[in-house]
Each structure stands twice: as C-alpha cells, then as structure tokens.
C-alpha cells in the first residue's frame, strides 16, 4: 500500500489579513519514484514572511502561488528512497521541498536539494542561521549596508531570524548594533544572548516622539547603515537619524504585508543625507552564498553566532505558526517539526 503525505495546499487567497482558511491539509498517496528522482522525508520546515506575499495574486518579483498546490517552503530532511546516484538513502539535505511531510524530487536539476552536514550545524540551522535567512543578513549588510569598525548599524525585527544575524555579523565586524524589536523578553534577549549593544522596543514607543528618543539613546552617535525590515513608523524613525552617506538595505517590510499601506513619512531625507537605499531579493545574489554560508556555518558551529528557534509541533500547525510569524508571535527562527 502506498505511503500517504500530509500536505497543506493554498486553498483560497486572502481578502486583507490571512486567516488558517486561506489553507487545506490534505492526505496524498506518495507515487512511486521514477528514474532520477528521490524522496525525502522532511524534519523541519521553515515559515517565512515571503509567503504572505505569494498568497496574493499580485506583481512582485515572484509569481503567485497556484490555488490549490502545495504552499512553497524550504525543508531540510533525510533520503529515504533513490533513484539517483547523486543522493544516497540517509544522505540529510535542504530543498524547497514545500509544506509537506514528504517531497519527490528530481536530484537531477540543478539547485534544487543539496546535502548538508550535520557533523557541526544542527540540521534545522540550514533554515535558519546558516540558510536563506543567515545569508539575507549577511548579503544585506555586507553587501549593502556596507559596515566599517566604529560606526552604527540598525536592524528592525531583530531577534527574528534574518535580523538576529545581522545584529552578530555587525558586532563581528566592529559596529554598535542596535535592534529594535517588540516587547522587553525580546529586547531583553537581543542584548544580553545576542550580545548588541542597545535594542529599542517599538512596543514601548508608539508615538512617534517616543521612539525618537529611544533611538537617539540608542544609537548616540546618529545611524551609518539601516537593515530594513518592517517599514512603516520605524522606517520612518530610523530615516530621521540616518548619518550623512548612510546606507540602507530594504530586506523586508512585513507591516504591510497583510494589505496595509507602508507610507514613508519624509522622502527628503534621502537627499538632504544623501543617502543610499536599495532593496533586494537574496536568491538573486546566488553569488555570494558560498562566502556568506561559510562564514555563517563557521560562526555556528564555533557558538559565536546564536539564534533561537520557535518550532510548532506537526504539519496541522503549520498555518496557525505562520500567521502567528506575521503578527510577531514567534521568537527566533519560525519552523514546524515533521517528523
Ligand atoms: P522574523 O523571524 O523576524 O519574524 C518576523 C518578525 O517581524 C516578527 O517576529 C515581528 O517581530 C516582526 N513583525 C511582524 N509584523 C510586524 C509589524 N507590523 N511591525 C513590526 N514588526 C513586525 O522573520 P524573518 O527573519 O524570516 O524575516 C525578517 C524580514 O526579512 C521580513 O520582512 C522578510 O520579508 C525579510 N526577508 C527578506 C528577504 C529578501 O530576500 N529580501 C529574504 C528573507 C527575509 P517583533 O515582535 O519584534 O515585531
């Protein structure tokens, strides 16, 4: 008898917010493996803001997802069964492998799985730390942000999984790293685990006023380079205190992405500090995933770069923790257990 894979496909898309309706689980006889190919089981997979945006039917710079397939996602798991020399049973890989427990895959085009070591790095870190969203924060700062010792980086949702690292690689190079976050446990957390220097709670600062003044304490000495993630009032802030020549990387901005307006409140500034702002997408930066990855694994395995995960328990929870993830519910890195 056929094996069966529990699957939550895209069922409906959203009106503004995104409700577990917009989801079905579904139970799917696995089809028997065709030359080339290969199926895992997958342990971990990793929730990501992204998703939201691929839920709607709109131009980005990815197409949607189609109603009624299997939502997209990266997975690390284990071969269980090949028809491919590349991939050997009991091999660990990371892939797109979907919400799902189980995934076919070709082994044969290029790029979509690869093998992992879990001598030193925990499998699921290949979500996280030492995956797509340790190598967002590397390219974002490094490549954009540009750090020198001495000067001021800012990065929004900072104990998450993305600004976590960016905190890290920032205070590897010689900056100040400030974060700004919601709520003291996280605050708290960003500066005494993850070692910034200052960390804002935009939860304790509503009013514009306020989350000035925090910030001004927290970075004395004006902002060289912003990592961007949530947009909106905290954009807004840090635009105020950005430094002549600063720079800012827009990695992300997940106040607006259940259908609300992101304004930007004062434009100007980017001219009267002549600043430098540019947004990107990592996986257009295939190029330095190789460097950016070497150090992230390095840095983990060696214990000088923490992260933290949030792990829901099954695949039936998956839709739950992941509008949980937009509404800040998480803490760290976001991932569902499969296995
Ligand atoms: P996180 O682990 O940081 O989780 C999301 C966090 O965003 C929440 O925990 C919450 O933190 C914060 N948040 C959610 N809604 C709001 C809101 N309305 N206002 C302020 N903060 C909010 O996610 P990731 O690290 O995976 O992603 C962080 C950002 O990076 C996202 O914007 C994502 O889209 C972007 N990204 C971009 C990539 C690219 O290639 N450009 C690749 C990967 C990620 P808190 O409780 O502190 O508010």
């Not at 980005?60 to 009624?68: I, K, T």
């Not at 708290?188 to 200052?198: K, N, Q, S, T």
């Amino acid at each position: 008898m056929a094996m069966i894979n529990k699957q939550v496909l895209l069922a409906s898309r959203p009106t503004v917010e995104a409700t577990v309706d917009n989801f079905r689980l579904v139970e799917t006889p696995l089809p028997a493996l065709a030359e080339g190919q290969v199926l895992v089981r997958n342990h971990y997979l990793s929730l990501d803001p992204y998703m939201r945006m691929r839920m709607n039917d709109a131009k980005s710079y990815a197409a949607p997802q189609a109603l009624d397939t299997v939502m997209i996602g990266g997975t690390v798991g284990e071969v269980v069964d090949s028809k491919n020399a590349k991939f050997a049973v009991g091999d660990k890989v990371v892939g797109m492998g979907g919400w799902q427990q189980y995934s076919v895959v070709d082994g044969n085009l290029p790029g979509v799985m690869r093998k992992v070591d879990t001598t030193h790095v925990p499998l699921s870190a290949y979500l996280g730390a030492v995956g797509m969203p340790g190598v967002t924060a590397w390219y974002g700062l490094v490549k954009l942000c540009m750090p020198k010792p001495g000067e001021t980086i800012v990065v929004s949702a900072a104990s998450g999984a993305v600004g976590s690292a960016v905190g890290q690689l920032a205070k590897v190079r010689g900056c100040r790293a400030v974060g700004i976050a919601g709520g003291a446990d996280k605050c708290r957390y960003v500066v005494e685990e993850l070692g910034f220097d200052a960390c804002v709670d935009y939860k304790q600062h509503r009013d514009a006023k306020s989350l000035d003044a925090a910030l001004a304490e927290a970075a004395p000495n004006g902002i060289d380079g912003n990592f961007e993630n949530v947009g909106g009032v905290i954009l807004d802030a840090v635009l105020r205190r950005m430094n002549a020549f600063g720079r800012m990387a827009l990695c992300g901005m997940i106040s607006g992405y259940d259908g609300g307006a992101v304004p930007l409140s004062n434009p100007s500034l980017i001219l009267t500090q002549r600043l430098r702002l540019e947004g990107f997408i990592v996986s257009e930066h295939m190029e330095v995933w190789p460097e950016a990855l070497k150090e992230l694994g390095g840095l983990v395995a060696t214990g000088k770069l923490k992260y933290r995960e949030s792990v829901a328990a099954r695949i039936e929870e998956a839709p739950e923790a992941f509008l949980g993830l937009l509404k800040g519910k998480n803490f760290g890195k976001q991932l569902v257990k499969l296995i």
